[in-house]
């Protein structure tokens, strides 16, 4: 199903593009973002809810607000792709140490934040 959802098979995604221009408001670098950088937000999502962002874009719907949230969170991670290299690095060391699990409990307490603080941008 994804291969019928193709990029270049895709309007602008105009409501994903909305998402983004909100969270960069301070959440998420004032860069222009392409259409193709926002697409990869989608892919964060999985099969599913990818097929189902890029449908609703192919037929004009709106996204639900579980889509828009998830998202926003993934719009983040693609970019602030330092942190997010330091969280994954830190989450294979506390596998083997104590001290990388106390240093991915940390990186969790600021990660759930940062979600709290993009989630709010839609409130």
């Known amino acids: 199903m994804l291969a019928l959802h193709s990029a270049k098979d895709l309007p602008a995604p105009q409501q994903v593009r909305e998402l983004a ?3 960069q408001a301070g959440e998420i670098p004032p860069d222009h973002l392409e259409s193709e950088d926002l697409l990869t937000a989608v892919q964060c999502l999985g099969p599913r809810q990818n097929i189902d962002v890029r449908e609703r874009i192919l037929n004009g719907k709106k996204l639900t607000k579980l889509l828009r949230e998830n998202l926003a969170i993934y719009l983040w ?4 792709p330092e942190w997010m290299k330091m969280f994954w690095e ?6 083997t140490t ?3 699990e106390l240093r991915l ?19």
């Open 21 to 23: 221009d909100a969270l």
């Open 105 to 123: 409990s940390h990186l969790r307490l600021g990660q759930r934040k940062i979600r709290g603080r993009v989630l709010n941008v839609f409130d």
């Open 77 to 80: 991670e693609v970019t602030h």
């Open 98 to 100: 104590a001290i990388g």
């Open 90 to 95: 830190t989450r294979k060391l506390a596998r």
